[in-house]
C-alpha cells in the first residue's frame, strides 16, 4: 500500500468506495450475485495471475470443465462443490460475471473469436483487485486510510465550494468595513 497523497493511493481510495457501494448493492441473495464472482476474480488477477494476456474465460468458471479455475478463485469448498456464495454460477449463465467485468470498465474482451466469453483484466481491473485483497487483510490501518480518504474525496467538492464560499464572504466583510 503506497503512503496517502500518492496519486495511485487516491485512485485506490476512489475504487474502494466504488468496490464499498457495490458490496452494500449486491449484498443480498448470493445465489444471485454476480459480484460475488467478479469480486474473488479481480482478486484471484491480482496476486495470482501471471499471464495478464492470457483471458479469463467462461471454462473457467464451469464446475465440469477440465480448464475451471474455481479452486484458484476459492470458489470450491472442502467437498468438490460450489461454496454457497458462488451458486450464481449453476443456474446462470457463466458469460454474466465476466460481461459485467467489462461493463464497469475492470476488463475487456479477449477478442471477437471469443465473443463474451473470454476477457483480459485491465489496469483498473488490477488495481481493484489490489484493493479488494487489501480489505480482506486484517489490518485496521489499511481500511482505516481508505476510508478516510475515500470519504475525504467524496466530500471533497462540497469542502473546496465550502472554503471558496468562506473567502468570498471574508473578502466580502473586509471590503464592506474597510472600505472608505
Known sequence: MEAPFGIIF???AELFNLVSRFD???????SNNPWLIEKQILRW?????????SPIKTEHLSLGSQNNKLHDFKMIDSKGGLRSQFKYLEKNSLTKPLENLVVRGFANYFNESEGHNAIVINKDGL????VIADMEKDNIFIKANYLFYSHMMDHLGATVMMIVTTIGLIKLFISFFYVK
Open 10 to 12: 487516491l485512485k485506490k
Open 24 to 30: 452494500k448493492q449486491y449484498g443480498g441473495s448470493p
Open 127 to 130: 488495481l481493484v483487485g489490489e
Open 45 to 53: 488477477t491480482y496476486g495470482h495471475h501471471k499471464h495478464l494476456g
